[in-house]
């Protein structure tokens, strides 16, 4: 960046339904794994910033929890996480998965709410890698009809396709000021709470339907060994007995596996060995309970 360059900064919130590919979005825009992805509904359960540095301009983007009708406090906490983000936004992404069987009442109930709301966004159609192209047009025009968007975008978060398009309007809509944060940060989530998303994606990719969302994980204890290496102590939290059992596997075999999988991951992400210690835990009510969502940074 030159001197006379002005610094430019803003927020860009990416709100839409469950498994809309909100995520992987945010990692492809990134071009780093941040924020954890699986082809399960609910995946995100936390507000994850991810920043982007280039040239003269800094973004925060921020990965929601999907936005469906909760039922239950930990999903209406994480909903209402995603409205939060909305708050000092300088851009507002709506990402809506064009694959899914229209029409497609979920995202066509946040049209509705971002209308009420008055607040303008720009539509991103995503997956269109994974339907023909004419199908698109009738899709785009439908949506467009709500006359929220200021412009639309086709993009396969998962390939890239779209995705420098994208990101170069971003940038462009950012307001002139200073950067927020330090260049070459990358989130404001601690490794704490990044390594114990890594061990919920691997239960969530690893176990069936019923279990993961009844489960989570909380960091415990994170020690930096002499040798540059760290202690990682994690707690699993589930709300069944039976939901032990399934972690555990037999004789201890699924655990195991899922320690083994999150451990290279950490290593991998944050650049030093990882010794991982998994202990599991009953509590039927977690889910109702405030101290635990302090933990993973709901409030
Ligand atoms: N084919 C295809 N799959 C995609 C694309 N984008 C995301 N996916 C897949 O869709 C699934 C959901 O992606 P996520 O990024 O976790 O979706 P999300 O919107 O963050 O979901 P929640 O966190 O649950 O709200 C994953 O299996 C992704 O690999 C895409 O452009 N094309
Ligand atoms: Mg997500």
Do not use: C
Request: aromatic residues 6%.
């Amino acid at each position: 960046m030159t001197q006379d360059t002005k610094t430019r900064f803003g927020f860009v919130a990416l709100l839409g339904a469950p498994n809309a590919g909100k995520s992987t979005l945010l990692n492809q825009l990134l071009g780093e794994k941040l924020s954890i992805v699986t082809r399960k509904a609910q995946t995100t359960r936390i507000r994850v910033l991810g920043l982007l540095t280039e040239e003269n301009v800094q973004m925060g983007l921020l990965d929601t929890p999907g936005l469906f009708k909760p039922k239950t406090r930990l999903e209406k906490t994480m909903v209402q996480s995603a409205w939060e983000s909305l708050e000092g936004a300088d851009a507002v992404l709506l990402l809506v998965d064009v694959s899914v069987r229209q029409p497609d009442v979920k995202s066509q109930d946040i049209v509705e709410a971002l209308a009420q709301r008055g607040q303008k966004a720009t539509l991103v159609l995503n997956k269109v890698d994974k339907i023909k192209a004419e199908k698109l047009l009738p899709l785009a025009e439908n949506l467009q009809a709500s006359g929220l968007f200021d412009k639309i975008f086709m993009i396969s978060a998962l390939t890239g396709d779209g995705v420098d398009d994208l990101k170069k309007h971003l940038l462009e809509a950012m307001p002139e000021g200073p950067w927020a944060y330090p260049e070459d940060q990358l989130t404001d989530l601690s490794e704490r709470l990044l390594a114990a998303e890594i061990t919920r994606e691997q239960l969530l990719l690893q176990l069936h339907d019923e279990l993961p969302y009844g489960a989570t994980v909380f960091p415990e204890n994170w020690e930096t060994r002499q040798d540059g290496s760290v202690m990682v102590r994690q707690m699993i939290l589930v709300a069944h007995v039976r939901h032990r059992a399934m972690v555990l596997g037999k004789k201890g075999s699924r655990i195991k596996e899922i320690g083994v999988a999150a451990r290279a991951e950490m290593a991998a992400q944050f650049g030093h060995p990882v010794h991982l210690f998994l202990d599991v835990k009953v509590d039927e009510k977690w889910q109702e309970k405030q101290e635990y969502y302090r933990l993973f940074g709901l409030s």
